[in-house]
């Protein structure tokens, strides 16, 4: 017997979040409402068969990402969830604006630490918290970057709060990754969705890496005429490694590893089958620690001796700069907004998460005694580790965690729980809620550019908050959808709902 | 191209051509125990395949006696030995993963496939039930990959390195079929003769896909100095060890661009000097020099001309 879809959407709850596509139970936002009904008229054996469809065309393509749980690491695909997150243009503008404005501000950011410091002088920001940020890199005191870009790929996370605000969860200035499973997935929902993508104007999201490629020619040295980039992986068994090499494939780039490289009469050379050749701008997915074991971690077998050195006398570029660190420090997020106004003279058009810090006297005691109610990072940690979510802890935990700040209060931030906004996604055999958040990759070159949507990445577990992919975490293809019908019934769809609103509070 | 990658593109090829090796070597055999029935010896039989491929001692380790069951994982799915068809395809797919960037998605999507089938449930179970499909899906699961590679990579650099890979291996794994049978053309051969060895000898051309290309040849008539003739000195069947070496010669001239009639680098000059002794060379003289020594002289050189090619290429490599 073939159940329709539409029996999975009718027991669909919205529960109390922010739901990206119901307003309300069975009330679809208008951006929706055409893939709705595309779903409801899908047999569950046609949509069955698409799921199969996509998982293969993973596997068979190699997108997979390493987990590492024992010697071995295993290969997984990234799951992939079948209803797109839709954004509407308007939407997408102001996201965009605010993302611009905020990697401006970095970008300044990190030229004046690095140079005349006059945030830390004007007392913006306390000038122990750069000073004492692990990623800082005092070494590159004065030291100018190509072209003043320090940041030339950012990955800014954004997340929904229950009223359905986008919020900057956190800033990854170092190596973000994750763009390849963009790519990917549009790719795939292409094949199997023709026909409701044709219903919909998607913004294209093709030409990353062709913006990539030129962000990164643009910071060649001088006198480069056709300046030879590559891309930097610390090889094979990198959990990202599949990423570099999509990348390097779609920019027609070498993809090399620190063995390739060699420093030579001042200049990076890459070790080809005619002898050397010159490398002029590197695209490093390596972090700053082990990119040149003369300078940093003496241990590292991933890196190239000289490098640092060829990079300072203007040789070569690197992309990002060393240093971008201290930018994603989660400290000194808590002041980004700080900076939008101090350089820019402008109010952030995207908020913060409210951001307390145990190095501050009241922040702490608030913490220490809120913390069922907080979320607890570790500044310089990623993908979900080192964190605790006080709603979901046990009292030894949240012992152990306030130790742990106590300790070290310049190490940790707290952050009041947000209810993540949540996307219908098909889980234990009917459709879910579950929350997402947003990766926008953003380019900076000769102007940023911004990849329409990103990634979206949903927490497969029910109840759960995090997203990422070594946490159980999965990925929907996102569209920024221009359609004046759909901004039409958008704006009248929100009136009627502020009226409602009003109406029901009188 | 960097050093790292053409030698990896060269491995990816080499370890693609060893696993279909591998499997025309089991599949012929496991054929002909049925047709030789009771007269088959199990140990005698196996022993001599293991001992070609150079893993006795390896296989002694892993298994107790040398019989169809035990030869056959060995050779298929077992881990434990780098040069099983499952160990092989494993080794071609990483190479592959490290050149992506320089391989089509076809060639890609064609090693996974393949790598994917063999690490399934499915390989399991066809190997037990029906073994002669699971070797011809490995099989043409190689020459698809080499169609596919004819057909959709740039025949620059790299495919020429993919070339010298399959070549080097073909000419190598060619010889080593001839050798496993080489006790039977000992001087007293006129009088070993006799109904099983027309067969053994039927199954060595069959293991090299020449039986067919063979009778037209010879007209049907299978004897042992004429398959060792055909399989070493023939100027156009694919997998003679002339073949092979003539074709090697010439991939390696392409990368470099000199003329085929000079050399430029050592591996040139080896390639160069296999090639003419293989090309002038008649079968009286491989015989009176000893089929075996003359066929461990070549495997030799083979490796001679890979090591060149590797420093020739690729030592900068090392160099650091």
Redesign the interface.
């Known amino acids: 017997m073939i159940i329709p879809m539409s029996d999975l959407f009718s027991q669909y709850k919205v529960d109390n979040f922010f739901d990206e596509m119901f307003a309300a139970p069975d009330v679809a936002r208008p951006h929706y409402s055409r893939l709705l009904a595309t779903f409801k008229e899908m047999g569950s054996a046609d949509f069955e068969r698409k799921r199969d469809l996509a998982a293969a065309s993973f596997?068979?393509?190699?997108v997979t990402f390493t987990v590492y749980n024992d010697d071995q690491g295993t290969e997984r695909i990234f799951p992939f969830d079948l209803i797109p997150r839709i954004i509407p243009a308007s939407e997408w503008d102001l996201v965009e604006r605010g993302l611009t404005q905020r990697i401006t501000a970095l970008n300044l950011f990190l030229h004046d630490i690095y140079h005349a410091q006059s945030i830390l002088r004007d007392g913006v920001i306390p000038k122990e918290i750069v000073w004492e940020a692990v990623h800082f890199r005092p070494e590159f005191m004065n030291f100018d970057v190509p072209r003043n870009i320090y940041i030339h790929i950012c990955g800014t996370d954004l997340i929904r709060d229950r009223s359905g605000n986008y919020l900057v969860l956190e800033d990854n200035a170092r190596c973000p990754s994750g763009v390849s499973y963009v790519l990917e997935n549009r790719q795939t929902m292409k094949r199997i969705f023709p026909t409701l993508f044709s219903e919909y104007r998607v913004r294209p999201v093709e030409d990353y890496s062709q913006n990539l490629l030129n962000a990164l020619r643009y910071i060649a040295p001088t006198g480069a005429e056709e300046p030879t980039v590559v891309l930097l992986t610390p090889?094979?068994y990198n959990s990202a490694?599949y990423e570099h090499?999509?990348l390097?494939?779609s920019m027609?780039?070498?993809?090399?590893?620190g063995?390739?490289l060699?420093v030579q009469g001042g200049c990076v050379h890459?070790?080809?089958?005619?002898?050397?050749k010159r490398v002029d701008v590197i695209y490093r997915r390596i972090n700053d620690d082990f990119l040149d074991p003369r300078v940093f971690r003496k241990d590292s077998e991933l890196g190239v001796p000289g490098l640092v050195e060829a990079y300072r006398c203007g040789c070569v570029s690197l992309a990002n700069s060393i240093g971008t660190g201290v930018a994603d420090d989660k400290v000194i997020y808590h002041f980004v907004p700080k900076m939008i106004r101090y350089y820019l003279d402008q109010d952030p058009i995207l908020e913060n998460v409210p951001t307390y810090l145990p190095s501050q006297p009241n922040d702490l005691k608030h913490i220490l005694e809120h913390l069922p109610e907080l979320v607890v990072k570790s500044a310089n940690e990623s993908g979900g580790y080192g964190m605790l979510i006080g709603s979901q802890s046990s009292a030894a935990e949240r012992e152990e965690f306030a130790g742990k700040i106590r300790q070290d209060p310049r190490n940790y931030i707290a952050q009041p729980i947000v209810a993540l906004s949540r996307s219908p996604s098909f889980c234990e055999e009917s459709m879910q809620g579950r929350h997402v958040d947003l990766r926008p990759y953003i380019l900076y070159g000769e102007k940023v550019t911004i990849i329409p949507g990103g990634l979206t990445r949903v927490a497969l577990r029910a109840g759960s908050l995090v997203v990422n992919s070594s946490q159980g975490g999965g990925s929907k293809d996102t569209w920024v959808v221009d359609d004046e019908e759909i901004e039409e019934a958008l704006e009248s769809f929100l009136q009627s709902q502020s009226q409602s609103q009003s109406q029901s509070t009188t | 191209m960097l050093s790292r990658v053409a030698d990896s593109l060269y491995w990816m090829s080499r370890y693609i051509e060893r696993a279909e090796n591998d499997a025309r070597i089991l599949d012929v055999n496991l054929q002909l125990l049925l047709d030789l029935g009771g007269e088959a010896d199990a140990m005698q039989h196996w022993a001599p395949v293991i001992a070609t491929l150079e893993e006795t001692d390896l296989f002694d380790s892993l298994y107790g006696a040398a019989d169809e069951h035990s030869v056959t994982d060995f050779l298929t799915l077992q881990k434990k030995n780098p040069n099983s068809i499952l160990s092989c395809l494993t080794l071609a797919r990483e190479n592959a993963r490290t050149t992506r960037e320089q391989i089509s998605s076809e060639m890609w999507e064609q090693i996974n496939r393949l790598y994917l089938f063999l690490e399934s449930e499915e390989a399991k179970q066809l190997l037990n039930s029906s073994p002669h499909e699971f070797f011809m899906r490995v099989i043409f699961g190689s020459h698809l990959f080499q169609g596919v590679t004819d057909a959709t990579m740039t025949h620059g650099e790299g495919w020429d390195f993919i070339r010298i890979g399959r070549l080097l291996e073909r000419a190598d794994s060619t010889s080593r079929i001839l050798d496993v049978k080489y006790h039977i053309l000992l001087p007293s051969g006129e009088n070993v003769g006799g109904n099983v060895d027309t067969i053994q000898w039927m199954a060595v051309l069959k293991s090299v896909s020449a039986l067919e290309a063979y009778c037209k040849l010879y007209v049907g008539q299978v004897a042992p100095w004429k398959v060792a003739e055909f399989l070493i000195t023939h100027r156009e069947f694919p997998r003679s060890i002339r073949y092979c070496v003539d074709s090697l010669d010439g991939a390696l001239h392409r990368i470099s661009g000199i003329d085929e009639s000079r050399y430029g680098n050592e591996a040139e000059r080896l390639s160069g000097r296999l090639r003419s002794d293989v090309d002038f060379v008649t079968i009286g003289e491989i015989f009176e020099f000893g089929l075996h020594e003359y066929l461990t002289e070549i495997q030799e050189r083979l490796v001679e001309v890979s090591n060149a090619m590797y420093a020739t290429y690729c030592a900068s490599l090392s160099a650091a």
């Open positions: 596997l068979s393509q190699g090889g094979i490694y090499s999509f390097a494939r027609g780039i070498e993809i090399v590893e063995r390739d060699i890459m070790r080809t089958t005619k002898g050397l």
